[in-house]
Structure formats: structure tokens, C-alpha cells
């Protein structure tokens, strides 16, 4: 049950009408008002509004003032600054730099992790129950493991002196956090390593909901794996291919300990930054924090387009929220 | 050799003839012999780094920091598990943590839950831009809100107290927690819920004594992510935890290891064996559930 | 619910005025810690001690806080008062801006009746004094000069250097002969260990007209220190690889481990060397300058201790500052970790005693210089102006002219801030 059914029945019902029609059967009897679903939401909505609407309504507002570590100390007053910070901030090449490998680590990660996650879905439906089961338990380890832990354990693992990645690979000391891709590269190893299981279990519970028949005939038409997985799985697959897509940009884009961790704050010179850390950064440690806020709000307007797109993918698909 | 071709070739016959495909059967075959190895390959290579990890906790100390670093130690020792309890006040720094994360997951599980029921089985106006202001609640890059965060907790005066880092994680692992519950509250046959009325049952009583437990399974898988960003956080804890050391939470402790000047490799795989080691507990009991969640959250 | 009062205006500012003045308690210090922490802690331990001995119903909370990181967390405990230290050790590149930014205490009226204070020296003194007044008590002096492996020299027939290119040469030397050792320690973030280079050619970090500080480290001749020390990375000395991201006690730590033949360290490093596997087996020579005889000016670093504005314990905590900063603990953090004392009296006798002091002191009255004494210097230090102008270098990704331009055009901004 569980998993697969779940899926399953989702492409296959259409939720608009049986929901519509119950909803109005069961109007009249119900008891308590219309004000019912508002008690049950108010715990949700004092907490969101209180710990996230404010604190991003005063994100937003800082990203407009100057305001500094003299500001916060009551030194000088805080003066509003129009968009003077995301001027200062859009003048600053370093910026761009860093919104660039953002964007571009991010995408990495996120076909890395699909492309490993699907391949290893079509994998499992392949092979018999006990290989099955321990890539399973392998990938649910890494998958369970803390960002933080996974950060300092890869990084042990490619230690130019002590780890035994460069053992084995012949690489000697060669320090893969010095140069800027290669520091990429190993932050992108891990951030695959602990995200694709996700992805991998999410699909293969999607394909195992796949009805027998439709797979024997592909299989039988003499399809090729690639061939199966273009023109059958993943066209039945594609909502839940969507959510863990859309899931992966949320997390790669705003990836943070596994930088802050590995790269030691953002590697040498910052080559390594992304908007996160950069963000944590300027307000932290040189204590900008409007420019901090500025960059905070750069990331919020680009995740709530990805989100835009989610919605529109959504509603193409002919799904109800 | 042949012995167990014969085993297996007698298995393979008695799947491939349910599924109806036994002709293919010695095409398959080799096939699906490489694809094995290969799962395992795969296996042995993603288990390592957790491996790696248990293994170098166990190693004496000569040994970690060896320069032909091999995969297995003939004298295992506590020595760096030692060292990590001796580190400040290790057991109160887990208990903080255990008791923030579990803090965040009680508190959001029940508000999810009374949320996600409030969206799934009525119906009222601006339900569609609540769902849509929980979803965009998931985009919000958390770490920029330290700066906010900061001084917002500042002016209720909770810095420096684990109150400090409830109440942020309690408000980001919300959402996600409401949009994946909703899967498992709609699985729940509206059905159950007339009868229930029926029978007499108040809405409230409904609530607690027939939804609730029928939901629980799935707000222990909807728990985990809640437990594992908390769980994670040295973020927080570094900013908010200023002074009151005794407040510190375990991945500061990880990081006191990791930040020295030259990193104590036993140390720190040692403290990580010991906060990866809960997490994967909890993974393993509910990874099945987990599943079908992220597959309601499709929607 | 004061943050539903703040909602519309503006995010609060912190109120570091002094709350009340108790008499018990519990006191909070926040200590650096350095390589090899252990003898300062039983120092401390032992003020500490003391302290609560006199004063009934105090207890005090030492904290080590790492110094790479000590920005965000001091800037954390100014904005929040409630949970902040009594008394932080600081660095004395610090005072400018933790004065600046409402963090210090004025202390001057105690500072100025305290008996020992006169013995400082003016060096010290002035390093805790901004606009005249004293903001805390000086702590020690550090001074950094050119640690070296007296068995490696002796058996590679090797003399310590007496001009800076003589340091490159015998670094490069040392790295010849043993493949799995640096011939000078160096690290891209170790920006103390890189001025004497620029200075020594000649080359300024700032120049000061009036109040106004401009950059002066895009200068011809501070370009030329800047390529001075930025050569020292490489396969034949320092691999970039490796060396680019070391700080200061990284670079110590490589020495003290045995895995440099010189290094650049100062006097508070020498416990660390004593508790390495070097013991016994290093000298110390002031860093020299480009001609024979000359000495590189060294950056006259130290540490202070401070009381905190928002302390609601300001006469307990003066009282520590002054235990801490007093003489006798000055003299036993000498003797358990090198650290030079700031009173000239305490200074002499231990120099008596100690023939290690000796190139400290020397390189002390050659004449030292600081950073600049401007409130950005904290900000440009927390930013990593200095460490990333020479990380680009080191890595390829500048040249000295391009990364000197750029880092001068963003301490400009600071200064201008």
C-alpha cells in the first residue's frame, strides 16, 4: 500500500468534481460555522505571520535603509536609503559573479541529483529484491545524514593528506578546495550524494504504481531502457518528476551549510560563494546587513518566479491545489 | 556454481512466467546479472562516506591521521568518543538538541496538522491563496532571515535561549509540513468523517479521536523533515546562542573539532557518527511512510 | 509583544546603556583561544580563582572564543546587550571600531587610578585609547618575528637570513632538500605575517590626511612587498594549494608540527612550539629587512582586555579587567605562554630571566607600525579585504596590480563609510 497507491491514484482521479460535490453534501450537516477551518488555521497563520511574514516584511525593509553596525548600536540613526543598496549591490561585479555560480551550481546539482536519482529508480525496478534492498539502505543513510555531518565527512574523504579519495585516485596532495570548480565539484559530489535518494525512492514508488501491463507491452515491443523510460515512465511520472524537480531547485538554490562548511565560509577569495553565504556574509561578518537584506530579497523574488512556473506546471497538468 | 544456476534459473522462470516474458529470459539474463553488480557497486559507493565516517570514529588516533589511510582498523578505540563527551558539556549540548528539535516537531505537527485539515476538507474563500502562501512559505531562503530573526528575537528578549531557535524552525518547517500532511489527511475517506457525525461524535471529538490517529502515521514521516533541518542548524545556534555556552547545541560542538587550526579528524567523525546516528534511526523507522508523503505532496 | 509595537517603523537599535551596577553574580569573559590554549586557561584559572576569592557570591564564565570568527560573535553580543560578555579580550586593531560601534566601556577614570598603569608602556596604552579616553587594559604585546629550525639549518649547512631575500632564497632551500616540508610558512590569510613584507619596501597599508585614511596598498612600493611575499607561494616554497588558505596559527601549527624549516610567529606563539615536536629544536631571529642589518617593521600587535558597555557588573568587571591585565598575570601568562608584557618594569625583568624575549624586544625598539587607526580597519579585517587580494594573487586569478587596485578601491569604501 502506502507509497505506490498514493501516487498512483493521483493522475488517474480527477479531485475537482468528487471534492466539489461533498463538499456542498456535507455543508449543511457539518457543525461549527464557517469560521471552523479559520480556528484550526490560527495557530499556523500567528506563527507564519509573526516568524516569517514579519521577519521578511523586515528583511525588506532594511534592504532599503543604511543601516550598519553603528545603526543597530543606536550610534547613528537609521536613514532610509531608497534603492541606494540594491544600487550599490547591482554595481558590484562580485554580485554577478555570485548570482552566476549560484544559478549555475544550482542547475548542476539539480540534473545532477534527477539524472542520478531516475537512473537509479529505472535501476531498482531491474534487479531482484536483496541487491534491491541494499542500494536502498545505502542511499536511505545517505539521504538521513545531516547536512552538516555529510559536509565534514566528504571533506575528510577528499583531505589531501589524511583522506583516502586521493589515495586511491593517485591524486597525492592535491587540495580540491583550492581551485574554484574543483572545490564546486566536491561540494556538488555531496550535495548529490545526500539529495538523490529522495529522488530515487520518490520514483520508484512512482513506477512501481505504473500498471504491469503497460511496462510488459513496452518491454515486449523490444524498447530499449531509454526508450521505456521516455515514452512510457516518464510521461506517467511527470507530476511527481515536477514536485521532486521543483523540490531540488528550492534546496540546491539555497544550498548554505554544505558551502559554508566545505569551502570554509566560501572558499579562497570567495571564489566559492553563493547568494546564501554571500548574504550570511556581508551582514555578519562585515555587518552590511541592508546589503545582507538586499541580496536576501534578490533570492526570495527568484524563488517566488520558481514558484510562479510550479503553480503554472501545476495547473497545465490539470491538478487542483 | 551450477547448483545455484539452477536455483536461480528457477526463480527467474517463476517470475518471468508471471509476468509473461520468459522468452526473453537468456537475453535477460546477463543483463540483469550486470545491473546487480552494478546496484551494489553503486551501494558500496554511497554507503562509504557513512562508512568512512563510523570507521574513523573508531580508529585510533595514529591511525586517522595516517598518511596510507585503510579501510578497516585492527584496534578499534573510544578514545575520540572520549574526547567528544569531554568536549564542554557534550551530553547537555544533545540534550538541547533533542530537546529543540523535539520541541519543533511536537508544536508542528500539531499546527500542521490542524492546518492541513482546515484545507482539505473544507471548503472557503481564500483557501486557494493559502495553499499557494504555503508553498511560497517554502521558497523563503531561510538563512537570510538570520538578520531579521536576530533582531526580532532580540525584542522578545529570547536570544541566548533555545527559545531562540524553536520558534524560527518551528515557523520554516510549517509549511513544508502542512502541503505534505494534506496528503495523508485527504487519504482519510470523507465517509468515515459522516459517519462519525452520525453517530454523534462532536467535530472536536472527530478531530482528536478518528482523524488524528488515523493521520499520526504520517505526521511522524512529515516529522522528520521538520526534525533534520532542526536537528542540522548551527546557523542559528552560532548567531543566536551568544553567550550562554550551556544553551550550545550539537553541531556547535561538531564544529569546535572542525574549526581548530588543524581539524581533530577523530573528533569530528566521532561527533558526527553521534548526530547522524539518531536521524537514521528515525529514517529507517519511517522511511516507508515518507515515501507515499512526498508522493501527497505531489499535490 | 515588543515586536508587534516595532511592526511599521524601523528595526530597533540596541540599548547599550549600563543596567544597574550588581555587586554578585555571575561575570562573563570571553578569551581568545590560541594554538596550544591549555597553560592560559590554568592562568586564567588561577585569576579566576583569586577573583572569586575576594569577591563572595561572584562566579565567573570563561569562555575561548576562536579568533577567525570573533567578528560575528562580538558584533552579536553588542546587538544584544542581555546576552552579551562583562569583559572581552580584543584585539588592538579592534579598538577603533568596537568604540565606534557603542561596544567598549570608558574606563579612563579607573584606568587613570589604577597604581600599575602607569608602568605601561605608551605603545600599550595608546592601543586602548581613543579620542583620550581609555576603552580597557592592555594585555600584552605581540610582536612577530622569524621562528626557525635550528636542526634542519645546522644540517644543511644553512645561516638565518639576514635580508628578506635572503629569507626566499634559504626558504627555497630548505624546500629542495625536504620535499614534505615548507621552507617558510605562509598563508594567504595571514595578513599580519604579510605587512612587515610590504613595509619593508616601503609600502603603506593607508595614508592618513587629517581624520581621512585613504588606501596606500596599490602604491609601486607596497605592490612590490605585496610580490615579495606572494611569490613565497609556490611548489618550491609554500604550494598555493595548500598555503593559500592558512591563516596565522595554521602557519604556527605547520611549524610547530615539524612541517616548516621558518615561520613567521610571534612571541604568544611560543608555547605552542613548546608543546610541538620542534621543542628544542628552534631559534628566533627579528624578520630582517631588505638590507643587511635592517629589521622589517613589524606590526605591533597585543591584545587587550575590556569591560562591555551594556555590563550590569561594571565595578566587578573593572575589577577583572584589572586582574586580568594586572601584573602578576601578565607574568605568568609570559611564563606559561610567551606572551610579552605591556608593563615596561614586568617587561624588563622577564627579559632578564628569558633570552627568548630577545629578538622581540629588538625588533619592538626597531620600530613597530599598525593599521590604520580608523574604525574601518575593523570592517576591512572582517570583510577579508587583505587575505583575498592575496588568495587572488597566489591563485592565478589577479595580478598584483589588478588585485592591489581592487582591494584598495574597496578599503577606500570602507574609509569613506
Given at each position: 500500500?502506502?507509497?505506490a497507491?498514493?501516487?498512483?491514484?493521483?493522475?488517474?482521479?480527477?479531485?475537482?468534481?468528487?471534492?466539489?460535490?461533498?463538499?456542498k453534501r456535507?455543508?449543511?450537516?457539518?457543525?461549527?460555522?464557517?469560521?471552523?477551518?479559520?480556528?484550526?488555521?490560527?495557530?499556523?497563520l500567528?506563527v507564519?505571520?509573526?516568524?516569517?511574514?514579519?521577519?521578511?516584511?523586515?528583511?525588506?525593509l532594511?534592504?532599503?535603509?543604511?543601516?550598519?553596525?553603528?545603526?543597530?548600536?543606536?550610534?547613528?540613526?537609521?536613514?532610509?536609503?531608497g534603492?541606494?543598496?540594491?544600487?550599490?549591490?547591482?554595481?558590484?561585479?562580485?554580485?554577478?559573479?555570485?548570482?552566476?555560480?549560484?544559478?549555475?551550481f544550482?542547475?548542476?546539482?539539480?540534473?545532477?541529483?534527477?539524472?542520478t536519482?531516475?537512473?537509479?529508480?529505472?535501476?531498482?525496478?531491474?534487479?531482484?529484491?536483496?541487491?534491491?534492498?541494499?542500494?536502498?539502505?545505502?542511499?536511505?543513510?545517505?539521504?538521513?545524514?545531516?547536512a552538516?555531518?555529510?559536509?565534514?565527512?566528504?571533506?575528510?574523504?577528499?583531505?589531501?593528506?589524511?583522506?583516502?579519495?586521493?589515495?586511491v585516485?593517485?591524486?597525492g596532495?592535491?587540495?580540491?578546495?583550492?581551485?574554484?570548480?574543483?572545490?564546486?565539484?566536491l561540494v556538488?559530489?555531496?550535495?548529490?550524494?545526500c539529495?538523490?535518494?529522495?529522488?530515487?525512492v520518490?520514483?520508484?514508488a512512482?513506477?512501481?504504481?505504473?500498471?504491469k501491463?503497460?511496462?510488459?507491452a513496452?518491454?515486449?515491443?523490444?524498447?530499449?531502457?531509454?526508450?521505456?523510460?521516455?515514452?512510457?515512465?516518464?510521461?506517467?511520472?511527470?507530476?511527481?518528476?515536477?514536485?521532486?524537480?521543483?523540490q531540488?531547485?528550492?534546496?540546491?538554490f539555497?544550498?548554505?551549510t554544505?558551502?559554508?562548511?566545505?569551502?570554509?565560509g566560501?572558499?579562497?577569495?570567495?571564489?566559492?560563494?553563493v547568494?546564501n553565504?554571500?548574504?550570511?556574509?556581508?551582514?555578519?561578518?562585515?555587518?552590511?546587513?541592508s546589503?545582507?537584506?538586499?541580496?536576501?530579497?534578490?533570492?526570495?523574488?527568484i524563488?517566488?518566479?520558481?514558484?510562479?512556473?510550479?503553480?503554472k506546471?501545476?495547473?497545465?497538468?490539470?491538478?487542483?491545489? | 556454481?551450477?547448483?545455484?544456476?539452477?536455483?536461480?534459473?528457477?526463480?527467474?522462470?517463476?517470475?518471468?512466467?508471471?509476468?509473461?516474458?520468459?522468452?526473453?529470459?537468456?537475453i535477460?539474463?546477463?543483463w540483469?546479472?550486470?545491473?546487480?553488480?552494478?546496484?551494489?557497486?553503486?551501494?558500496?559507493?554511497?554507503?562509504?562516506?557513512?562508512y568512512?565516517?563510523v570507521?574513523?570514529a573508531?580508529?585510533?588516533?595514529?591511525e586517522?591521521?595516517?598518511e596510507?589511510?585503510?579501510?578497516?582498523?585492527?584496534?578499534?578505540?573510544?578514545?575520540?568518543?572520549?574526547?567528544v563527551?569531554?568536549?564542554?558539556?557534550?551530553?547537555r549540548?544533545?540534550?538541547?538538541?533533542?530537546?529543540?528539535?523535539?520541541?519543533?516537531?511536537?508544536?508542528?505537527?500539531?499546527?500542521?496538522?490542524?492546518a492541513?485539515?482546515?484545507?482539505?476538507?473544507?471548503?472557503?474563500?481564500?483557501?486557494?491563496?493559502?495553499?499557494?502562501?504555503?508553498?511560497?512559505?517554502?521558497?523563503?531562503?531561510?538563512?537570510?532571515?538570520t538578520?531579521?530573526?536576530?533582531?526580532?528575537?532580540?525584542?522578545?528578549?529570547?536570544?541566548?535561549?533555545?527559545?531562540?531557535?524553536?520558534?524560527p524552525?518551528?515557523?520554516?518547517?510549517?509549511?513544508?509540513?502542512?502541503?505534505?500532511?494534506?496528503?495523508?489527511?485527504?487519504a482519510?475517506?470523507?465517509?468515515?468523517?459522516?459517519?462519525?457525525?452520525?453517530?454523534?461524535?462532536?467535530r472536536?471529538?472527530?478531530?482528536?479521536?478518528?482523524?488524528f490517529?488515523?493521520?499520526?502515521?504520517?505526521?511522524?514521516?512529515?516529522?522528520?523533515?521538520?526534525?533534520?533541518?532542526?536537528?542540522?542548524?548551527?546557523?542559528?545556534a552560532?548567531?543566536?546562542?551568544?553567550?550562554?555556552?550551556?544553551?550550545?547545541?550539537l553541531?556547535?560542538?561538531?564544529?569546535?573539532?572542525?574549526?581548530?587550526?588543524?581539524?581533530?579528524?577523530?573528533g569530528?567523525m566521532?561527533?558526527s557518527?553521534v548526530?547522524?546516528?539518531?536521524?537514521?534511526?528515525?529514517?529507517?523507522?519511517?522511511?516507508?511512510?515518507?515515501?507515499?508523503g512526498?508522493?501527497?505532496?505531489?499535490? | 509583544m515588543?515586536?508587534?509595537?516595532?511592526?511599521?517603523?524601523?528595526p530597533?537599535?540596541?540599548?547599550?546603556?549600563?543596567?544597574?551596577?550588581?555587586?554578585?553574580?555571575?561575570?562573563?569573559?570571553?578569551?581568545?583561544?590560541?594554538v596550544?590554549?591549555?597553560?592560559?586557561e590554568?592562568?586564567?584559572?588561577?585569576?579566576?580563582?583569586?577573583?572569586?576569592?575576594?569577591?563572595?557570591?561572584?562566579?565567573?564564565?570563561?569562555?575561548?572564543?576562536?579568533v577567525?570568527?570573533?567578528?560575528?560573535?562580538?558584533?552579536?553580543?553588542?546587538?544584544?546587550?542581555?546576552?552579551?560578555?562583562?569583559?572581552?579580550?580584543?584585539?588592538?586593531?579592534?579598538?577603533?571600531?568596537?568604540?565606534?560601534?557603542?561596544?567598549?566601556a570608558?574606563?579612563?577614570?579607573?584606568?587613570?587610578?589604577?597604581?600599575?598603569?602607569?608602568?605601561?608602556?605608551?605603545?600599550?596604552?595608546?592601543?586602548?585609547?581613543?579620542?583620550?579616553?581609555?576603552?580597557?587594559?592592555p594585555?600584552?604585546?605581540?610582536?612577530?618575528?622569524?621562528?626557525?629550525?635550528?636542526?634542519v639549518?645546522?644540517?644543511?649547512?644553512?645561516?638565518?637570513p639576514?635580508?628578506?631575500?635572503?629569507?626566499?632564497?634559504?626558504?627555497?632551500?630548505?624546500?629542495?632538500?625536504?620535499k614534505?616540508?615548507?621552507?617558510?610558512?605562509?598563508?594567504?590569510?595571514?595578513t599580519?605575517?604579510a605587512?612587515?613584507f610590504?613595509?619593508?619596501?616601503?609600502?603603506?597599508?593607508?595614508?592618513?590626511?587629517?581624520d581621512?585614511?585613504?588606501?596606500?596598498?596599490?602604491?609601486?612600493?607596497?605592490?612590490?612587498?605585496?610580490?615579495?611575499?606572494?611569490?613565497?607561494?609556490?611548489?618550491?616554497?609554500?604550494?598555493?594549494?595548500?598555503?593559500?588558505?592558512?591563516?596565522g596559527?595554521e602557519?604556527?601549527?605547520?611549524?610547530?608540527?615539524?612541517?616548516?624549516?621558518?615561520?613567521?610567529?610571534?612571541?604568544?606563539?611560543?608555547?605552542?612550539?613548546?608543546d610541538?615536536?620542534?621543542?628544542?629544536?628552534?631559534?628566533?631571529?627579528?624578520?630582517?629587512?631588505l638590507k643587511?642589518?635592517?629589521?622589517?617593521?613589524?606590526?605591533?600587535?597585543?591584545?587587550?582586555?575590556?569591560v562591555?558597555?551594556?555590563t550590569?557588573?561594571?565595578?566587578?568587571?573593572?575589577e577583572?579587567?584589572?586582574?586580568?591585565?594586572?601584573?602578576q598575570?601578565q607574568?605568568?601568562l609570559?611564563?606559561?605562554?610567551?606572551?610579552?608584557?605591556?608593563?615596561?618594569d614586568?617587561?624588563?625583568?622577564?627579559?632578564?630571566?628569558?633570552?627568548f624575549?630577545k629578538p622581540?624586544?629588538?625588533?619592538?625598539?626597531?620600530?613597530?607600525?599598525?593599521?590604520p587607526?580608523?574604525?574601518?580597519w575593523?570592517?576591512?579585517?572582517?570583510?577579508?579585504?587583505?587575505?583575498?587580494?592575496f588568495?587572488?594573487?597566489?591563485?592565478?586569478?589577479?595580478?598584483?596590480?589588478?588585485?592591489a587596485?581592487?582591494?584598495?578601491?574597496?578599503?577606500?569604501?570602507?574609509?569613506?563609510?
Open positions: 500500500m502506502s507509497a497507491t498514493t501516487v498512483a491514484e493521483r493522475p488517474g482521479t480527477s479531485p475537482e468534481k468528487p471534492v466539489r460535490a461533498t463538499g456535507r455543508g449543511p450537516r457539518r457543525q461549527g460555522g464557517p469560521w471552523t477551518p479559520w480556528l484550526y488555521l490560527a495557530p499556523a500567528v507564519l505571520a509573526g516568524l516569517l511574514i514579519y521577519p521578511i516584511y523586515q528583511l525588506g532594511i534592504s532599503f535603509l543604511e543601516y550598519t553596525q553603528l545603526q543597530v548600536s543606536g550610534g547613528e540613526p537609521t536613514t532610509f536609503r534603492f541606494g543598496n540594491y544600487a550599490e549591490l547591482f554595481g558590484d561585479s562580485q554580485f554577478w559573479d555570485v548570482l552566476l555560480a549560484t544559478l549555475l544550482a542547475a548542476a546539482c539539480v540534473v545532477g541529483t534527477m539524472l536519482g531516475c537512473s537509479l529508480a529505472v535501476l531498482l525496478t531491474r534487479i531482484r529484491p536483496l541487491p534491491r534492498l541494499v542500494l536502498m539502505l545505502a542511499a536511505l543513510g545517505a539521504w538521513a545524514t545531516p552538516i555531518t555529510g559536509s565534514t565527512v566528504w571533506v575528510f574523504l577528499f583531505d589531501p593528506d589524511f583522506g583516502p579519495v586521493n589515495k585516485l593517485g591524486l596532495d592535491f587540495s580540491w578546495t583550492y581551485g574554484q570548480l574543483s572545490a564546486f565539484a556538488f559530489f555531496e550535495v548529490v550524494w539529495s538523490f535518494p529522495l529522488v530515487m520518490t520514483t520508484y512512482g513506477i512501481q504504481a505504473i500498471p501491463e503497460v511496462l510488459e513496452a518491454s515486449l515491443d523490444g524498447a530499449s531502457v531509454w526508450r521505456t523510460w521516455r515514452s512510457v515512465m516518464a510521461p506517467m511520472l511527470r507530476p511527481i518528476l515536477i514536485v521532486v524537480t521543483i531540488s531547485i528550492i534546496w540546491d539555497k544550498v548554505f554544505q558551502i559554508y562548511v566545505m569551502t570554509g566560501g572558499g579562497i577569495a570567495g571564489q566559492n560563494l547568494l553565504v554571500y548574504a550570511y556574509q556581508k551582514a555578519f561578518a562585515s555587518s552590511q546587513y546589503l545582507g537584506s538586499a541580496i536576501g530579497i534578490v533570492m526570495l523574488v524563488l517566488l518566479g520558481v514558484t510562479l512556473v510550479y503553480l506546471l501545476l495547473r497545465r497538468n490539470g491538478e487542483e491545489l | 556454481m551450477s547448483e545455484a544456476r539452477v536455483v536461480n534459473g528457477g526463480r527467474t522462470v517463476a517470475v518471468e512466467r508471471a509476468t509473461g516474458v520468459g522468452v526473453r529470459r537468456w535477460r539474463k546477463p540483469r546479472l550486470a545491473a546487480e553488480v552494478g546496484a551494489l557497486l553503486i551501494a558500496v559507493v554511497v554507503a562509504f562516506p557513512l568512512w565516517m570507521l574513523s573508531f580508529k585510533p588516533a595514529g586517522v591521521r595516517s596510507r589511510p585503510v579501510p578497516w582498523t585492527l584496534s578499534p578505540s573510544l578514545d575520540s568518543f572520549r574526547r563527551f569531554e568536549q564542554g558539556d557534550f551530553a549540548y544533545f540534550a538541547n538538541s533533542v530537546l529543540v528539535a523535539g520541541s519543533v516537531v511536537v508544536a508542528s505537527a500539531l499546527i500542521a496538522f490542524l492541513a485539515t482546515a484545507v482539505t476538507r473544507f471548503r472557503f474563500r481564500l483557501r486557494t491563496t493559502l495553499l499557494i502562501l504555503f508553498l511560497a512559505a517554502q521558497m523563503v531562503p531561510v538563512e537570510a532571515l538578520i531579521p530573526m536576530f533582531f526580532l528575537m532580540r525584542d522578545f528578549g529570547a536570544l541566548n535561549s533555545l527559545v531562540s531557535l524553536i520558534l524552525h518551528l515557523a520554516f518547517s510549517l509549511p513544508f509540513a502542512i502541503w505534505m500532511l494534506r496528503g495523508f489527511v485527504k482519510v475517506p470523507e465517509a468515515l468523517e459522516e459517519q462519525a457525525f452520525i453517530d454523534g461524535a462532536s472536536t471529538r472527530f478531530l482528536w479521536q478518528i482523524l490517529p488515523l493521520v499520526f502515521p504520517g505526521l511522524v514521516a512529515t516529522s522528520v523533515f521538520s526534525f533534520i533541518s532542526t536537528w542540522n542548524d548551527f546557523l542559528f552560532k548567531s543566536f546562542i551568544i553567550s550562554e555556552v550551556e544553551n550550545s547545541t553541531p556547535m560542538a561538531l564544529l569546535v573539532f572542525f574549526d581548530a587550526e588543524t581539524p581533530d579528524w577523530g569530528v566521532a561527533a557518527t548526530m547522524t546516528v539518531p536521524v537514521l534511526i528515525f529514517f529507517v523507522c519511517v522511511h516507508r511512510r515518507l515515501v507515499s512526498l508522493g501527497g505532496a505531489v499535490k | 515588543a515586536g508587534s509595537a516595532l511592526a511599521g517603523c524601523a530597533s537599535t540596541s540599548d547599550d546603556g549600563a543596567k544597574g551596577d550588581e555587586k554578585s553574580g555571575k561575570l562573563r569573559v570571553w578569551l581568545f583561544r590560541e596550544g590554549n591549555k597553560p592560559k590554568e592562568v586564567v584559572d588561577n585569576v579566576v580563582r583569586r577573583f572569586e576569592k575576594k569577591h563572595k557570591d561572584v562566579t565567573v564564565d570563561v569562555q575561548y572564543i576562536p577567525d570568527s570573533r567578528a560575528e560573535k562580538i558584533k552579536g553580543a553588542f546587538n544584544d546587550p542581555d546576552s552579551a560578555p562583562d569583559v572581552i579580550e580584543y584585539g588592538n586593531t579592534d579598538t577603533a571600531g568596537y568604540v565606534a560601534d557603542g561596544g567598549l570608558d574606563v579612563s577614570e579607573e584606568f587613570g587610578g589604577w597604581e600599575a598603569a602607569k608602568d605601561a608602556d605608551p605603545t600599550a596604552k595608546e592601543s586602548v585609547t581613543v579620542k583620550g579616553k581609555q576603552y580597557g587594559a594585555l600584552f604585546v605581540g610582536v612577530r618575528a622569524l621562528y626557525y629550525r635550528t636542526d639549518f645546522k644540517d644543511l649547512g644553512l645561516k638565518p639576514k635580508t628578506l631575500d635572503e629569507v626566499a632564497g634559504t626558504a627555497k632551500k630548505i624546500r629542495a632538500e625536504n614534505d616540508m615548507y621552507g617558510l610558512a605562509v598563508g594567504g590569510a595571514y599580519y605575517g605587512m612587515p610590504i613595509w619593508a619596501h616601503g609600502g603603506e597599508l593607508a595614508r592618513e590626511r587629517g581621512e585614511f585613504s588606501a596606500g596598498i596599490d602604491s609601486a612600493k607596497a605592490r612590490k612587498g605585496i610580490k615579495a611575499y606572494t611569490e613565497l607561494f609556490g611548489d618550491d616554497n609554500c604550494p598555493a594549494g595548500k598555503c593559500a588558505k592558512m591563516g596559527n602557519t604556527v601549527e605547520a611549524f610547530a608540527g615539524g612541517k616548516a624549516g621558518m615561520a613567521i610567529g610571534g612571541d604568544f606563539n611560543r608555547q605552542a612550539m613548546e610541538g615536536k620542534v621543542k628544542g629544536d628552534y631559534g628566533v631571529v627579528p624578520l630582517p629587512g643587511e642589518g635592517d629589521i622589517a617593521p613589524a606590526f605591533a600587535g597585543g591584545n587587550n582586555v575590556g562591555l558597555k551594556s550590569s557588573h561594571r565595578t566587578l568587571a573593572v577583572l579587567m584589572k586582574e586580568l591585565g594586572g601584573k598575570t607574568e605568568e609570559f611564563e606559561a605562554m610567551g606572551f610579552l608584557p605591556t608593563f615596561t614586568t617587561r624588563e625583568k622577564v627579559a632578564q630571566k628569558e633570552p624575549v622581540f624586544v629588538r625588533t619592538l625598539d626597531a620600530g613597530t607600525k599598525f593599521v587607526a580608523s574604525p574601518a575593523g570592517e576591512i579585517d572582517a570583510s577579508m579585504i587583505l587575505p583575498g587580494m588568495q587572488e594573487i597566489v591563485s592565478g586569478q589577479q595580478d598584483v596590480e589588478g588585485a587596485g581592487e582591494a584598495a578601491k574597496k578599503m577606500d569604501e570602507a574609509f569613506v563609510k
